[in-house]
């Protein structure tokens, strides 16, 4: 597998060249106010952009936000993602009001060596997501038109099949980013050889979601720590009452019988912060993981369960790490997840966090991003890549 990166763009010199880069700056926003609530995704793809601004490139940034039908819908706008990248990169970043039409035909033909545009968002056009190879194909033309080379730095989309990820490189010299190159080395240690113990910790909301890569690390791992909203379908399997918890019912055979198969790697809750509501003010009280009241919902892991976690992790040598482990955003829920990233911080070892939702919980809880090995910026591309899944993002650049 070669993958040619952006060194190897910028050795062939790219000044007064337009260099179409394909960033995932899919960043949350408050609902209310609009404002971004986390700017790590882009910070995370600066280096690039950077580079290719200080080579004199004429740079042509595409994303998406959220999840638009494939039509333009003014709540996923980029246009404050714009403000925000021209303030971290200290230059005022020319915003397309559309993706290929005249805004963004004019904002590319304007662009000066050196000058930074943002496409509005990829997918207020249908072809984006298409499943059907000449829609996303025509689109894939009209976007490939504005450069003259492309760049993936997009690792959060590289596992989806879409237009700017893998119809664009077959159309354009192509090469890897700063940040998946990176994303891809980190990862790759984990699927490769891992240095032991390997820990793994998983949380979230739906066993659903994360049931083919529980199968994938299983055989890997030398423990799988589970929290969060799954944890309570596990428990249901042990034969414990959840109350008003999150509950998968079609999966609790699926998860007994991975608890049987587990070979005892498989670490459940021992107690849980249980609710009247899932609501901040909510009045709440620890309980055995047994013993859960019928009339009560679980929103975080319990202090007990939060030590034998951080016991497991003090041994690891590479830990792995997936989603919160209660409602953070609560702060009466937030300490399981406070407590088991704590506890990874004083691991002496080489530590990932993968997700968008963890990554935010770091940021969230103010934690030293720094005392964590790598955070990857991407949730289901981090998942996919562990189960050993082909992401046609990455595919697309080994062609
Ligand atoms: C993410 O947030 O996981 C990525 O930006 C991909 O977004 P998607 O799940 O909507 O494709
Ligand atoms: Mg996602």
């Not at 190897?8 to 899919?26: F, K, T, Y």
């Not at 049931?211 to 596990?234: H, N």
């Amino acid at each position: 597998m070669s993958i040619r990166n952006l060194d190897d763009l910028l050795g062939e010199g790219v000044s007064g060249r337009r260099v179409l880069v394909r960033a995932d700056l899919n960043v949350p926003l408050d609902k209310q106010s609009g404002e971004i609530t986390d700017d790590g995704r882009i910070r995370a793809v600066l280096p690039t952009l950077s580079a290719l601004v200080q080579a004199g490139a004429k740079v042509v940034v595409c994303s998406h936000l959220g999840r638009p039908k494939g039509a333009p819908d003014p709540q996923f706008s980029l246009r404050p993602v714009a403000g925000r990248l021209g303030e971290l990169l200290g230059a005022p970043v020319r915003f397309a009001e559309d993706t290929v039409g005249d805004s963004a035909r004019s904002t590319v033909e304007g662009l000066a060596d050196g000058q930074v545009a943002l496409l509005e968002n990829l997918r207020f056009n249908k072809g984006e997501t298409s499943k059907d190879d000449a829609e996303r194909g025509a689109f894939a033309d009209q976007l490939a038109a504005f450069g003259d080379a492309y760049v993936d730095d997009a690792f959060g989309a590289v596992h989806r099949k879409h237009a700017s990820v893998h119809d664009v490189p077959a159309r354009l010299p192509h090469v890897a980013g700063r940040l998946v190159l990176r994303e891809v080395e980190v990862l790759g240690k984990l699927t490769g050889d891992p240095e032991r113990p390997y820990v793994v910790v998983l949380g979230g909301s739906k066993v659903s979601d994360k049931l083919a890569v529980i199968e994938a690390l299983l055989p890997k791992v030398d423990r799988l720590l589970i929290g969060g909203g799954m944890c309570f379908t596990f428990l249901k399997a042990q034969g414990h009452e959840v109350g008003t918890s999150l509950l998968e019912k079609e999966m609790v055979e699926t998860c007994g019988n991975l608890l049987e198969r587990s070979g005892g790697k498989i670490m459940l809750p021992v107690d849980v912060v249980v609710a009247d509501a899932f609501a901040p003010d909510a009045a709440h009280d620890v309980v055995p993981a047994d013993g859960i009241p019928s009339h009560r919902l679980g929103l975080d892991i319990g202090p007990e369960t939060v030590a034998g976690f951080a016991a497991a992790l003090s041994q690891a040598r590479t830990i792995f790490w997936n989603g919160p482990m209660g409602v953070f955003e609560m702060a009466a829920f937030a300490n399981g997840t406070r407590g088991v990233a704590e506890a990874i911080t004083k691991a002496d070892a080489f530590s990932v966090v993968g997700g968008g939702d963890s990554a935010a919980a770091v940021r969230a809880l103010g934690l030293d991003e720094s005392s964590f090995g790598h955070i990857s910026t991407g949730g289901g591309a981090s998942l996919e890549y562990l189960e050993g899944k082909t992401l046609p993002g990455i595919a697309a650049l080994e062609n």
